[in-house]
């Protein structure tokens, strides 16, 4: 969600810059957009975790981050 928030702010525009932001390999910000693209923010928020392991982003923030990529207007409330 951060690189697609990076995106709508204007803070990148480009899979490099995103690379650079997140620290994470091009193909995986690269295939993050596509799924991105392709199915929509829900596909993106299906959590995979290894049983055991609690999720990093959770409850309230992760609400207002939802809402928050959902606004057109892109306007931070957070």
Excluded at 61 to 76: A, W
Aim: avoid cysteine; glycine fraction near 8%.
């Amino acid at each position: 969600m951060q690189v697609l928030w990076w995106l709508k702010t204007g803070q990148a525009q480009q899979v490099n810059q995103l690379t650079h932001l997140s620290g994470y390999h091009r193909t995986t910000v690269s295939k993050w957009l596509s799924k991105y693209r392709q199915a929509g923010l829900d596909a993106l928020l299906v959590v995979h975790t290894k049983p055991g392991l609690p999720a990093a982003i959770t409850g309230k923030i992760r609400q207002q981050l939802v809402q928050e990529l959902q606004d057109p207007e892109g306007k931070s409330q957070l």
